[in-house]
């Protein structure tokens, strides 16, 4: 099984500034990352897919770049609303697993 | 608009039974794989069981692996879990996605099923 490993854990930043979540993949998995926004109370939503390829209807201000095993997310000043727990998540192989998460926080 | 309406979660007993369904709408449900993730309360995500397109091949966690099983109905546009042997470990919420893009591209609201005594 492939381990993704999240970093850091919490990130407290004030609206606009820059966030960066990295994660970390227990073996190479290519590309085949994306990322997911999941608001408390909410169900996840698509945000990055094949590492680099922003989902339907998401902000330029969210781009992802990376990889082999080394990943990033990068929110380039953020909004109100990009408050949220942030996860990564690997398709190159199953069982398909999820990083445990960063929670982006005022 | 693709929407994922999700019904059938509730309380069990440890051992119990029951089936999770959700009904797809806005995009042609016969050509997507779809899936099921769930999320234990305050925990992470959980990938758990996916179907292709045709209905063949399913693939399953370890963790459910021969207590749960995925079906699909194309000509209903619905996708079900029917979840076996329930486990107290087992509660969490679960959500019906489309995988799209290779990524789970569109979630369902969830459906929260508590397994207690």
């Known amino acids: 099984e492939i381990v993704l490993t999240q970093s850091p854990a919490t990130l407290s930043l004030s609206p606009g500034e820059r966030a960066t979540l990295s994660c970390r993949a227990s073996?190479?998995?290519?590309?085949?990352l994306n990322w997911y926004q999941q608001r408390p109370g909410q169900a996840p939503r698509l945000l990055i897919y094949?590492?680099?390829d922003r989902a339907t209807d998401i902000p330029a201000r969210f781009s992802g770049s990376g990889s082999g095993t080394d990943f990033t997310l990068t929110i380039s000043s953020l909004q109100p609303e990009d408050f949220a727990v942030y996860y990564c998540?690997?398709?190159?192989?199953?069982?398909?697993?999820f990083g445990p998460g960063t929670k982006v926080d005022i | 608009d693709v929407q994922l309406v999700q019904s059938g979660g509730g309380l069990r007993q440890p051992g119990g039974s029951l089936k999770l369904s959700c009904g797809a709408s806005?995009?042609?449900?016969?050509?997507?794989?779809m899936s099921w993730v769930r999320q234990a309360p305050g925990k992470g995500l959980e990938w758990i069981s996916s179907?292709?397109?045709?209905?063949?091949?399913?693939v399953y966690s370890d963790s459910v692996k021969g207590r749960f099983t995925i079906s699909r109905d194309n000509a209903k546009n619905s996708v079900s879990l029917q979840m076996d042997s329930l486990r107290v470990e087992d509660t969490a919420i679960y959500y019906c996605?489309?995988?799209?893009?290779?990524?789970?591209?569109?979630w369902g609201q969830g459906a929260v099923v508590t397994v207690s005594s």
């Open positions: 073996q190479t998995i290519s590309y085949h």
């Open positions: 998540q690997q398709r190159n192989m199953w069982p398909y697993t």
């Open positions: 094949d590492a680099s």
């Open positions: 806005g995009f042609t449900f016969r050509a997507f794989e």
């Open positions: 996605t489309r995988v799209g893009w290779n990524a789970f591209d569109y």
């Open positions: 179907i292709s397109s045709t209905g063949r091949p399913t």
